[in-house]
């Protein structure tokens, strides 16, 4: 069974740095052709995709946040991590971690999300 569970602290002062963590079990990040994703979801708005890290460690980003959006792995921990810098209020949002199955691309597993506010 996979699993994927997020962490990250909940709360951000505005310009620092946010970091979440995912730790993923029952599967492997090396495995072709998964995407591991991560997706929020701000208070009252719609799921936004941020970005992903493939099975190769190829990464892709929103256009938009990808000025301040960095995905990296650790394989050995079976781990992933979205750093987003000069946070925002507007940062605030449920975070979800996500797998993408690259030959249906479909979402199949998510984590169950966490909150973080960006607030002084």
């Known amino acids: 069974q996979v699993q994927l569970q997020e962490s990250a602290p909940g709360l951000v002062k505005p310009s620092e740095t946010l970091s979440l963590t995912c730790s993923v079990s029952?599967?492997?990040?090396?495995?072709?052709?998964?995407?591991w994703s991560w997706v929020r979801q701000p208070p009252g708005g719609g799921l936004e995709w941020m970005g992903a890290?493939?099975?190769?460690?190829?990464?892709y980003y929103r256009p938009a946040l990808n000025d301040r959006t960095s995905i990296f792995r650790d394989t050995s921990t079976q781990q992933f991590t979205l750093q987003l810098t000069s946070a925002t209020p507007e940062d605030t949002a449920v975070y979800y971690c996500?797998?993408?199955?690259?030959?249906?691309?479909?979402?199949?597993?998510w984590g169950q999300g966490t909150q973080v506010t960006v607030s002084s």
């Open positions: 029952g599967a492997s990040l090396t495995t072709k052709y998964y995407f």
């Open positions: 996500a797998r993408v199955d690259g030959s249906s691309w479909s979402f199949d597993y």
């Open positions: 890290i493939d099975y190769s460690g190829s990464t």
